[in-house]
C-alpha cells in the first residue's frame, strides 16, 4: 500500500501551497506511485530512484481502539545510505518539513536548505537509538510535531505541558503534540492551544494520519505566509491546527492514500466548518 | 482524604444551583466533612449516619501519566445495606444525579425521585458484574455520564462514536464520554461536540475529577433549567461541557476537595474565558 511520510505530507499539503518532495525510493516506486502524487500536483524534481534498491518499507499493526500503532517491520532499504541533493527550487523554498527519518539525515538537509521555516517529525526509535542526534536536529528547527507520548519520552517529564515547555527549551519556538483520535496541543512561547479529533464513525486505516495532520498544518502556514503572514502567527497557527485536524480526519477514512488523492477543497472547507460547529462553545457567566 | 463521588459532585455543582446530597456515612463522617459540603451551601439533611459504620472507602494509584487509575482497595461499607429514603424535598428536585455505586441502587433512588432528568455514572467494575441491572439502570436515565473505554466495554464497540449510538439506542437521549486529560465529548439524537481537557502544568490528584465534571456539567444545566432552559439543549449542553471542563481542571489542581471547596466564582468564569480563548479558531476557506 503506498504511504510514508512524504507521500501523505505531500497530498495533504498540495491543498494549501505548491509542494516539493526531496527522497530516495527504489524501482518498486513506479509511474503508479508518481502519479498519485503529480495528480495533485505535487513537484516530483527531487525524488532520487536509486537503480536495484527497494523504497522504505512500514508494517504494522494496531490495538482494538486503534489508538496505538505497533511496528512490525521497518525496513530503512534506499534511506540507509541516502544522500541528499537538494535541487536549487528546493533549497529555495521558504517552508521545509523534514518527515520522521534518522535526526542526521534531517539535519543534512536542513543545512542544506534556505527555509526560514523549519519542522520535524520523529519517533520513538530515535528517541531511543539516537537521541543526541535528534535532540541537535530539534535545535535546528522552528517547530517539532511528536506524538505526546514521544514528548513525555523525550524530556522524560510526565505532564505534557511540562514536557512542551522543557522541549521548547530545547530550541524550537513552537511545539505540536499529536494525540491520536483525541486531536492536538500546541505549544508556544505565548501558552498552548488544543482542539480535540475529528470524531468518525468509520475508521479504516490511522496510518500516515500525523503526517497528514502536518501536511496540512504546514501546508496551510505556507498558503498564509505566500499571503504575508508570519507562521509563527498566533491565529494562523490555531487555524493550521484545525486544518491539520481535518486532513488527518480525511486519512483516517480509507487506506493508504485512497482518500486525500479524490479529496476536494469543498469537502475540506465543509468538514472545516462543522470542526468548528462541533468544538465550539458560547461564555455566559456564572449566574448563581 | 475526603472524596468520593457524591462530595466532589456537589462541591462542584453547588456553584451553579441548590444541591441536595443523598447516601450513607459511618461515624468517621464527621462535623469537619459535613462542614466542607455545608461551607459551599450544600443540603446534608438527607446524608444518613450509620451507628458503627464506616464510610465508602477507595485507594488506588496512578500510571506515570496520571491518565490511567488503578484500585487498590474499594470498601463499600454503610453502602452495601443501604436501603435509600429520600426526603420530600429530594423527591421533588427536578434533576437527579446517581454517583457510581451499584446500579440495583442507582435504579431505587431513580424510582423514588420524581426528577424530569436524571442522569447515572458507572464504572468497570459493575459493567463486568451487575451488567444486566446496569442496562436497566441507563434505560431509566436521561443521560449517561462514563470513560471512553467504560463506553467500549460496555458496548463491546472499539469506535467512540459507534459505542455512544449504541448506548443511546439503550434508552438515554444524552451520553458524555470522559476522556481524562484529553477532555470529553458529547453525543446525542443531533450527532456529537467535543472538547480537549484544560491543559495544566501542575496536576497533583485527578482523584474526583470525573465527578467535578458531572457537578458542573449537571449543576450549570440545572441552573439553567430554572431560568427555563431545557436541559436537552443544545447549545446548553455545550456550555455545560465546558463547565464541566473547568472544574474538573480546578479539581485536580490539589488533593481531595482542597482547591474546588475554596474555588469563586470569579476564578470559574476567568477559567472558562481562558478555555474558549485556547479550543477556539477562526474559519476561513481554503484560498489555494
Redesign the interface.
Known amino acids: 500500500m503506498l504511504g510514508g511520510s512524504a507521500v501523505h505530507f505531500s497530498l495533504a499539503a498540495s ?3 505548491e509542494v516539493r518532495v526531496v527522497g530516495p525510493v527504489g524501482d518498486d516506486f513506479g509511474p503508479d506511485e508518481l502519479g498519485v502524487l503529480e495528480g495533485r500536483g505535487v513537484n516530483t524534481d527531487d525524488i532520487e530512484r536509486v537503480e536495484g534498491g527497494e523504497t522504505f518499507f512500514w508494517r504494522g499493526h494496531y490495538e ?3 489508538n496505538l500503532a505497533h511496528t512490525d517491520d521497518t525496513q530503512l532499504n534506499v534511506f540507509a545510505d541516502f544522500d541528499p541533493k537538494l535541487s536549487a527550487a528546493s533549497r529555495d523554498a521558504e517552508m521545509l518539513f523534514l518527515g520522521n527519518i534518522q535526526p542526521e539525515l534531517q539535519r543534512r538537509v536542513r543545512s542544506e536548505s534556505a527555509a526560514r521555516f523549519s519542522a520535524l517529525d520523529s519517533m520513538n526509535l530515535w528517541i531511543e537509538t539516537e537521541r543526541e542526534s535528534l535532540v541537535a536536529a530539534i535545535a535546528e528547527v522552528d517547530c517539532v510535531l511528536l506524538n505526546d ?1 514521544e514528548i ?1 519520552m523525550l524530556t522524560g517529564e ?5 514536557a512542551a ?1 522543557a522541549l521548547i527549551a530545547m530550541g524550537p519556538g513552537v511545539v505540536v503534540a499529536k ?1 491520536g ?3 492536538a ?1 500546541l505549544f508556544s512561547e505565548e ?7 475529528f ?5 479504516r486505516d490511522p496510518t500516515g494520519a500525523g503526517d497528514s495532520f502536518a501536511g496540512g498544518f504546514l501546508g496551510y502556514l505556507d ?1 498564509r505566509r505566500a ?1 504575508g503572514t508570519d507562521p509563527n502567527d498566533a ?1 494562523a497557527l ?2 493550521a ?3 491539520g485536524s481535518v486532513l488527518a480526519s480525511f486519512n483516517v477514512e480509507d487506506f493508504g492514500t485512497e482518500r486525500v488523492r479524490s479529496l476536494t ?1 469543498e469537502q ?2 465543509e468538514r ?2 462543522e470542526f ?1 460547529r ?11
Chains 1, 2 share one sequence.
Open positions: 491543498f494549501f501551497t482494538y481502539d486503534m507520548a513525555r510526565p505532564n505534557l505541558a511540562r515547555r494525540r483520535e483525541y486531536g496541543a501558552g498552548f492551544f488544543a482542539i480535540p479529533g470524531l468518525l464513525e468509520d475508521v498558503g499571503d491565529t490555531r487555524q491546527m484545525a486544518y477543497t475540506i472547507d472545516l466548518r468548528r462541533i468544538t465550539h462553545f458560547d461564555v455566559e457567566p456564572v449566574t448563581t
